[in-house]
Nanobody, 121 residues
Framework: QVQLAESGGGLVQGGGSLKLSCTAS????????MGWYRQAPGKQRELVAT???????NYADSVKGRFTISRDNAKNTVYLQMNSLKPEDTAVYYC???????????????WGQGTQVTVSS
């Protein structure tokens, strides 16, 4: 069984910063991609940022230059540093991980339960 646990969400004023963390635990053989997605009320879940093997990153255009994704492979943890936050960043943020639980198995994507980020104007 694999679990992803997020932390770090909360309420912040516009222009402020938050740092989200997500740790994968359980039976893990290897992790390929880890990432962050978000879903605002009434909208579809969208990509925020992904990181592959610790250094290849990809960002949504809306967060480029403001958000930074990083990863600690030894801790199976992914971070999202969010700066210059805007009210439109308000959403539930979900982390995910594409991982193998054994060498002979295919990768499977797992999701965290989500953490609320609210940015006031």
């Amino acid at each position: 069984q694999v679990q992803l646990a997020e932390s770090g969400g909360g309420l912040v004023q516009g222009g402020g910063s938050l740092k989200l963390s997500c740790t994968a635990s359980g039976r893990i053989f290897s992790i390929n991609t880890m990432g962050w997605y978000r879903q605002a009320p009434g909208k579809q879940r969208e990509l925020v940022a992904t990181i592959v093997s610790g250094f290849i990153t990809n960002y949504a255009d809306s967060v480029k230059g403001r958000f930074t994704i990083s990863r600690d492979n030894a801790k199976n943890t992914v971070y999202l540093q969010m700066n210059s936050l805007k009210p439109e960043d308000t959403a539930v943020y979900y982390c995910n991980a594409d991982l193998k639980t054994a060498a002979w198995l295919k990768s499977t994507t797992y999701w965290g339960q989500g953490t609320q980020v609210t940015v006031s104007s």
